[in-house]
């Protein structure tokens, strides 16, 4: 996917010395074929979608009542159950349709 195969290469190409997680990444996927690493980006949006409600989720258990003013009807509590039964939702639709799509629209991309 990267156009050289060292280091020096990738910090002359972007003019400056490369950041401690660019080298991370760049000893990681420098022999790694293009298709794996585009298969990586459907693991980032199973992380995204699994951690960024998260603190809405807790709070909600919770009961913090800061949250109460922003709902539309703020006296309806969401079971935990509920709340585990829409994630399971959202990662079923994630493994049975997005990451299908994503993945064999790899050749279009590239």
Not at 63 to 91: A, E, H, I, M, T
Request: one cysteine or more; hydrophobic letters at 50%.
């Amino acid at each position: 996917m990267l156009p050289f195969r060292n280091l020096e290469g990738a910090a002359a190409s972007l003019g400056r010395p490369l950041a401690p997680a660019e080298t991370l990444w760049f000893r990681y996927s420098v022999t790694m074929p293009d298709f794996h690493i585009y298969a990586h980006s459907f693991f980032l949006l199973l992380c995204l979608f699994s951690l960024c409600p998260l603190p809405l989720v807790l709070m909600e258990a919770m009961g913090v009542s800061v949250l109460r003013r922003f709902k539309k009807q703020p006296n309806v509590r969401v079971p935990f159950s509920r709340v585990v039964q829409c994630y399971r939702d959202v990662v079923a639709v994630l493994l049975l349709v997005v990451a299908p799509l994503q993945l064999t629209s790899y050749p279009l991309l590239k």
